[in-house]
């Protein structure tokens, strides 16, 4: 399974933009990316993917480097709701499922 | 329906017991998942089913037994814990890859297990 490596801890001021950085530089040509992130005590919560495309949602938008080595996640607008665990995930499908396999993340902090 | 839902949310259990942990999803995915979460760590992945078949299990020891029952139960039988499965337990669901759908897995809120 690919490796993805993330710093462990950010912090970033309310209402600026959060850029959540990712290194997966084993990544193979078929495994996505996908971002969750966990607030306390909550299950994980999706927040996008991506292949090798750029991506964009309500929620965040993905930056992949052309060579797929690592990739950005980006909150335009932090709020203190923001303030999570995020995690940077390679997608393996596998025997007809996802496997998620979760490195250690980054706590975000949005501060006021 | 686009959630998936654990009961209980809340179990303490002595190391004698047998209990069981349940999910429940009616978004027709055909993949369903246990991750087990330890205090400060990242989750990590015991069982995959996928069309009510055991597809994954990443070594986890026999004192937990997972069961599907159909395509939109999933069960985790507990029975001889030790104080250290203590966890947050998370079920999860998603399309099955061949399906096509790239769509996110989607986690449950969890199961919050004590062993005493």
């Known amino acids: 399974d690919a490796k993805t490596t993330q710093p462990p801890s950010m912090d970033c001021a309310e209402g600026r933009a959060a850029n959540l950085p990712c290194n997966h530089s084993?990544?193979?040509?078929?495994?996505?990316v996908y971002w969750y992130r966990q607030i306390h005590s909550q299950g994980p919560q999706y927040i996008i993917h991506?292949?090798?495309n750029n991506e964009t949602n309500e929620m965040a938008s993905l930056i992949i480097t052309e060579d797929r080595k690592s990739s950005t996640l980006i909150l335009p607008h932090a709020t203190l709701r923001d303030t999570a665990v995020y995690y940077c995930?390679?997608?393996?499908?596998?025997?007809?499922?996802?496997?998620?396999?979760f490195g250690q993340g980054t706590r975000l902090t949005i501060n006021p | 329906d686009t959630e998936v839902t654990q009961t209980p949310k809340h179990l303490v259990m002595g190391m004698t017991n047998k209990k069981s942990l349940k999910c429940e999803q009616h978004?027709?995915?055909?993949?369903m998942y246990w991750y087990k979460q330890k205090a400060k760590k990242p989750p990590e992945l015991m069982f995959v089913?996928?069309?009510?078949?055991?597809?994954i299990n990443e070594s986890v020891p026999s004192r937990f037994s997972p069961e599907c029952p159909n395509s939109s139960l999933l069960n985790l039988h507990l029975h001889a814990l030790q104080p250290e499965d203590s966890a947050l337990y998370l079920c999860?669901?998603?399309?099955?890859?061949?399906?096509?759908?790239?769509?996110?897995?989607?986690f449950g809120e969890g199961s919050r297990l004590t062993v005493l």
């Open positions: 999860a669901s998603s399309q099955a890859s061949g399906q096509g759908g790239l769509a996110g897995t989607l």
């Open positions: 084993t990544i193979s040509g078929n495994e996505y």
């Open positions: 991506g292949l090798k």
């Open positions: 995930i390679v997608r393996v499908a596998i025997q007809g499922a996802q496997k998620l396999v």
């Open positions: 978004m027709g995915h055909r993949a």
């Open positions: 089913y996928s069309y009510e078949k055991l597809s």
